[in-house]
């Protein structure tokens, strides 16, 4: 669709009626070459402006934005010298109001009229962009069919949010290029949207009538101040059983089946149930992934949140290298934004296999710790199931932890422990019992911070146990925002220093 819509078409998609106010001056410049000023001549009847680019400000659902649209009519959406230093002032305009910023590209790349003077002009984009991320402001970017070369390689793709036409060629070298380079034709689907989104390169394939409903929503999480913790005489904050006797608590093993049950809440549930605003971002495997990725506002307090979905339909979901490169790459925008972290564990380990091996998913994980014990934003990691091996550490490290009252974790399942202590897993009752895995001996270790009760399994009740669990990370949320940067990393240091010394 987006091939037939120009700039102006696009952006009045988006913005609200009447609200669009163009930032760009004229175009006084002219180069020497007769042909190109020809070209240039041709390029400007035919669209009805003078450079390959439209910027401005504009409202989305009552919020003011700045946006910058490619017109592709326009010699291919090139980028000479001109349209860089309209690109480049409209960034450094965005980022001195402080408005969050939406780049709409669809390009062949550098103006190669223009060459390296234009191709070097990247850099200076590229720049203007970094000064307005390490602002803490919103950068979204939208790219459209085609999104080639220097523009892929540079300020289309550093957006905090990557969205993408559906179908939408996006990659490095033009296919023509790439024969008359390689002598081979490049396969049709390398360089499709869809193929980047299953690899976690674009965050959501959206179409165009479609996003301005989701600009909208992930402005307004982007956008949100945290509000104050909710009290607790609300009438909306469901009752909360209190703390099982060790008597109630439930046996590890039977917990560990029912972390299994293929009606427990996986994250997916507990997001749509329990927020007020969710975009859901799309993960390495599609959108049936085992990582949740979404933007949330929970009773007021607006969050970044990546989460382990367990099972998809009756198959389970093993955590591969990709989500944990979507991990670190979603904790690292949570930080530049000022956002907390939500991190939801939920696996039966991560991927096992030759081809994991050689992905580094152990690499990944060491990564994924480091990034997140590092992160100055909060971060607030939630134990909802099974916390299998290395895939579940890998999201645990936290400000605070809460975990379902079945939840658990281990090194290794149950059965997995029993094949090496007894070489077969026939033994593995007794060993989730004598391991300590249960919710209520990580609280004893200096893990769990808060045990939400399941009465007695959250497959029962899902509503009222999302319930709970919701409000219980809302008002952590609101704890976390409230206290000092300095405090809290302090604080952090010391709580992962002390684990497992079996501090009650």
């Known amino acids: 669709m987006s091939m037939s819509l120009t700039a102006h078409q696009l952006i009045g998609l988006l913005v609200d009626p009447g609200s669009f106010v163009s930032w760009d001056d004229p175009v006084t410049a002219e180069p020497r070459d007769a042909e190109y000023r020809a070209s240039l001549a041709r390029a400007r009847e035919r669209t009805g402006i003078d450079e390959a680019v439209v910027t401005g400000i504009g409202r989305i659902g009552g919020g003011q934005a700045a946006l910058i649209a490619s017109e592709f009519g326009f010699l291919g959406g090139s980028i000479g010298v001109a349209t860089a230093e309209r690109i480049t002032r409209a960034v450094e305009q965005a980022t001195a109001a402080r408005l969050p910023l939406i780049a709409l590209p669809v390009s062949g790349g550098t103006r190669m009229q223009e060459g390296s003077a234009a191709f070097l002009c990247m850099l200076r984009i590229t720049a203007a962009v970094q000064a307005h991320r390490a602002a803490g402001l919103p950068y979204l970017t939208y790219l459209r069919n085609p999104t080639m070369g220097g523009v892929f390689a540079s300020w289309g793709t550093l957006g905090h949010l990557v969205f993408a036409e559906p179908g939408a060629r996006l990659g490095f070298l033009g296919p023509r290029v790439y024969e008359e380079l390689r002598g081979v034709q490049l396969p049709p689907d390398v360089q499709r949207a869809e193929t980047l989104a299953e690899r976690g390169l674009v965050d959501a394939v959206v179409a165009p009538e479609e996003l301005r409903e989701v600009l909208r929503r992930s402005l307004s999480v982007l956008t949100r101040r945290a509000l104050p913790s909710p009290s607790p005489s609300s009438s909306s904050v469901p ?266």
């Open 239 to 504: 009752p909360v059983p209190g703390p099982p006797t060790p008597a109630e608590r439930p046996d590890p093993w039977e917990a560990v089946l029912r972390t299994r049950h293929p009606d427990r809440p996986g994250t997916r549930e507990l997001l749509r149930r329990t927020t007020e605003e969710l975009v859901l971002l799309d993960s390495p495997g599609g959108r049936d992934g085992a990582l949740v990725r979404a933007l949330a506002v929970l009773d007021g307090q607006p969050a970044v949140v990546v989460g382990q979905q367990r099972r998809a339909g009756a198959q389970e979901r093993p955590f591969t290298a990709a989500d944990l490169r979507s991990v670190r790459r979603t904790a690292r925008f949570a930080e530049q934004l000022g956002l907390p972290l939500v991190t939801v564990v939920d696996t039966a380990g991560a991927e096992l296999s030759v081809q994991a091996e050689l992905d580094g998913v152990a690499v990944e994980i060491a990564h994924c710790l480091t990034t997140l014990l590092s992160l100055r934003t909060p971060v607030l990691a939630v134990l909802l199931g099974q916390g299998s091996g290395g895939g579940a550490l890998a999201l645990l490290p936290a400000d605070r932890v809460l975990a379902a009252g079945n939840a658990w974790l281990a090194p290794l399942p149950p059965e997995g422990a029993s094949a090496i202590v007894h070489r077969d897993g026939s033994h593995a009752p007794e060993l989730a019992r004598a391991q300590g895995i249960g919710a209520h001996d990580l609280a004893a270790v200096g893990l769990v911070d808060t045990v939400i009760p399941e009465l007695p399994d959250a497959a029962d009740e899902p509503a009222a146990f999302c319930a709970r669990l919701g409000h219980a990370v809302s008002t952590a949320l609101a704890t976390l925002t409230a206290t000092s940067t300095s405090e809290r990393l302090t604080a952090r240091t010391t709580r992962h220093r002390r684990l497992g010394d079996f501090v009650v």
